[in-house]
């Protein structure tokens, strides 16, 4: 029954010389800074509980610092925690010997760098090539699965071409590549996208998401943007100071956060793009009113139908076209601009 998620579970990490002997003093509530002033040690994780389903993409988003790097390290114990566990498909892949962590890494997981990681000398399919040459594929064979990849990401006609002649996005695509050419379960992205030009960043989010669509890897995505946090993640958990302070879909997060922290984030966010109509409906009495809208329809884009049509009603309707709510048009403008307090809305 492997569904391929990724556990972690009561996850700790304490960097320097002793970390085990502070673990029972963080539990018992010594912060981070404390921690560092008092024993000269840093908290890096503390007490992490993310389940990340199969299939999906789980994104890890959180401040400079905020312990991001040093969790996806975990998953394929590039880091060893200091206490807790690290579950892919049941198996701890903290307590793998060598050769099944060497395996593991080999064979189940890739990595997409921000710094893209490319061989200068070698051009864009030995590049993609070359984790299947350290796996010992024949070469024809490796060589056709490599050239599959670079259609998929876009770079057909860029085979030879070498990195120092590729744009940040189109080496960007090769690591990305790269990566999909080893058949890994899982995709582990850090920042990868974080040094790309705003419009290159978007085009790379919307290759990611067209070939998720089809791949369904389980990714971990690592980002300190929230936007792109909301636009990829099934799944959003949000870090600060090692710890994890809300974890939910970006609908949970933009309409209920957590705390002020969190609301800080959300305040920017453009709310008619993010929330879906299904989000804020409400249950259907009598027969369905106005326009069908489709479930998984943004805000704004339901503002624009509706006003088109002279309309204030409307009912949303599942993918069968069964409908399963009602709205209108007040309520989607009050949620499109209702400031983001997480107190304004426990109030409501
Ligand atoms: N090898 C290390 N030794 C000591 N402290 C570390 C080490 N790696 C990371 N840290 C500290 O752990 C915290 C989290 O770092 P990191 O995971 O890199 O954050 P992020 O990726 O979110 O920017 C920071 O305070 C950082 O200084
Ligand atoms: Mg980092």
């Not at 990611?208 to 980002?223: D, N, R």
């Not at 994890?244 to 609908?251: I, S, Y």
């Amino acid at each position: 029954m492997a569904s391929h998620a990724i556990e972690v579970k009561n996850l700790y990490k304490i960097f320097g010389p002793r970390g085990e002997e502070y673990v029972d003093v963080v539990k018992n509530g010594m912060g981070k800074t404390e921690l560092n002033e008092k024993h000269g040690h840093v908290l890096g994780l503390q007490d992490i509980n993310i389940s990340m389903p199969g299939g999906c993409i789980t994104v890890v988003m959180g401040l400079s610092g905020s312990g991001k790097s040093t969790l996806i390290r975990h998953i394929n114990r590039l880091i060893d925690p200091t206490a807790g566990e690290v579950l892919y498909d049941g198996v701890d892949v903290c307590k793998m010997n060598e050769s099944d962590l060497r395996a593991f890494r080999r064979n189940k997981t890739a990595m997409v760098f921000q710094k893209f990681a490319l061989l200068p000398h070698r051009n864009v399919l030995e590049n993609t090539i070359y984790g299947l040459e350290i796996q010992g594929v024949e070469r024809r064979e490796s060589e056709k699965r490599a050239l599959g990849w670079i259609d998929r990401v876009g770079l057909k006609g860029f085979e030879k071409h070498y990195p120092n002649q590729l744009s940040g996005g189109m080496q960007q695509r090769v690591g990305l590549a790269r990566a999909l050419t080893n058949d890994a379960e899982i995709l582990l992205m850090d920042e990868a996208y974080s040094a790309l030009d705003p419009l290159i960043r978007v085009d790379m989010q919307s290759v990611l998401l067209e070939l998720q669509k089809e791949l369904k890897k389980t990714v971990v995505f690592i980002t300190h943007d929230l936007d792109e946090a909301l636009r990829l993640g099934d799944k959003i958990a949000i870090l600060r100071d090692g710890r994890v302070v809300q974890q939910g879909t970006g609908q949970e997060i933009v309409l209920s956060p957590a705390d002020d922290y969190i609301t800080a984030f959300v305040k920017e966010v453009n709310r008619g793009r993010v929330i879906n109509v299904e989000t804020i409906m409400r249950p259907l009495s009598g027969n369905p009113e106005g326009l069908p809208l489709a479930a998984g329809t943004v805000l704004e884009a339901a503002a624009r139908t509706m006003t088109g049509a002279h309309i204030n009603a409307a009912h949303v309707v599942d993918a069968n076209g069964r409908p399963i709510g009602a709205i209108d048009l007040q309520t989607i403008i009050a949620a499109m601009v209702t400031p983001t307090g997480h107190v304004a809305r426990k109030a409501a």
